[in-house]
C-alpha cells in the first residue's frame, strides 16, 4: 500500500467524473519501464460515470504518446494557479529536445498511485489514472484517447465528499483552464441553480 | 445572408478551437426538418485546430440524439451565467416528456448560422456549427459524435480577435463549467504564464 502525499485522499470511482467535469486542463504522464514523460493536454473529457471513462486527445509525435502506446497506461493530473508555470512548461518543452527528462529539467515532484506505473504528479488538485481502451482508428485519424479510470485521488483541502470547494480553499488550489498563447482562466465562483423548481 | 442577432460575430474557423479549449459546459441542439431539439452536455472538447473538429458525449436515450442522427448536424452553444437556470432547465427535463417542445416550453430564442439547419441558441456567448464525422463504433460504444466545425460565431462583448475577454465584460457573460446537481463554477480570473522565459 502506497503512502500518499499530505492532503491527497482517494477517491470513490463513481465520483472521478466529477474532477474533470468542469473542465479543467490536466498533464499527462505516462512511463515505460525507467523511461517516462509528463505533457500538458487542454483536450480531454469525461466518457462516461461509471466506470469512469475519459477522453483526451496525444499528439503524434510526442514522447508521452510513445510511451503511452507501450505501457497502455496513462495518468491526468489535475494543475492548479500553483503549478501554472509548470503547466506551461511541460507543455512547450518537448522531452525529445531535452538531454535530460523534464521530471528533473524543471523539478517536478511525482508520487505513486495505485493500479498504474505511470507517475502522479505533485503541486496538483486532482488524478485520474488510467488504462487504455485501444481504439486504433482514433488513435490513428484523431490523435483521440480512450481510457478508463482505475484510480482517482484529490486534495482534501478543495475536493471532499465528491464536491469541488474552491470558494472555501486557498485561491492557489484553483483550476486552471487553458485558451492559448500562455493565457488561461483559473475556474471561478459557484452557481447553484435549483432542480426542484423546473417544469415538469 | 442571415442577419446575425446584436454583438453576435463570426469566428474564423482556426480560433474556433478557442471557443471550447477551456472547458465550458455546452447546449447541443438539432433539427431534423421541423422537429427540433435542445439539451446540455458537459462533456465536450476540440480534437482538432483546422479544420476544426470537436467530440461531444450524447445519450443514445435522448431526442437530439435521434435528430443529430437523421440529420448529420449538430450546433454547440456555450451559456453563460445569464443562461444558467435554462441550461439547467434544458439538461434535466427531455424532451419525450413534454407535449410541447423546449423552445416553446422554456421560452427559448434562437437564431439561424449558416451552413446548418439546427438551431443556435440565444442569450449564449459562443457558437459552432457542426456537421457529424460518422464514426458508428464511437457512436454506440461509447455514446461520442465526432464533428467537423463548419461555421463559429461569439459574443463580440467577451470574445474578440480570437482571445475571450471575461474580466472586462459583464459578469453575466461568463461561462458555465458544471459539476453535479445543479452546482457550476463560472470562469474566473485571468493568468497569463510568460512562455519567453522557459528553459530551452
Redesign the interface.
Known amino acids: 500500500m502506497n503512502t500518499l502525499p499530505e492532503h491527497v485522499r482517494p477517491v470513490p470511482l463513481e465520483k472521478a467524473y ?1 474532477l474533470l ?5 490536466v498533464l499527462v504522464s505516462a512511463a515505460d519501464g525507467a523511461r517516462r514523460n509528463v505533457m500538458a493536454a ?7 460515470f461509471n466506470p469512469p ?1 475519459v ?1 483526451v ?1 496525444i499528439d503524434g509525435a510526442t514522447f508521452t504518446r510513445e510511451l503511452i502506446e507501450a505501457s497502455g497506461e496513462l495518468v491526468l493530473s489535475v494543475p492548479c ?1 500553483e503549478s ?2 509548470m ?3 511541460v507543455g ?2 518537448g522531452a525529445r ?1 531535452l538531454t535530460e527528462d523534464k521530471f528533473s ?2 523539478g517536478i515532484a511525482t508520487f505513486a498511485g495505485s493500479k498504474v506505473s505511470a507517475p502522479l504528479i505533485r503541486d496538483c488538485v486532482a488524478w485520474l489514472a488510467c488504462q487504455v481502451l485501444p ?1 486504433p ?2 488513435e490513428q485519424a ?3 484517447f ?1 481510457a478508463t479510470v482505475v484510480a482517482a485521488y484529490a486534495d482534501e483541502r478543495v475536493f471532499t465528499d ?3 470547494h ?1 470558494e472555501t480553499a486557498p485561491e492557489a488550489l ?1 483550476t ?20 426542484d423548481g ?3
Not at 42 to 48: L, N, Q
Not at 177 to 188: K, S
Open positions: 466529477r467535469n468542469h473542465g479543467p486542463t487542454a483536450w480531454s473529457m469525461p466518457v462516461d471513462k477522453a486527445v494557479r501554472a508555470e503547466t506551461m512548461q512547450t518543452v529536445d529539467r524543471f481504439h482508428g482514433n484523431h490523435d483521440l480512450l465528491g464536491h469541488w474552491f484553483r486552471l483552464h487553458y485558451v492559448a498563447g500562455g493565457h488561461f482562466y483559473a475556474i471561478g465562483d459557484p452557481l447553484v441553480v435549483r432542480t423546473l417544469p415538469g
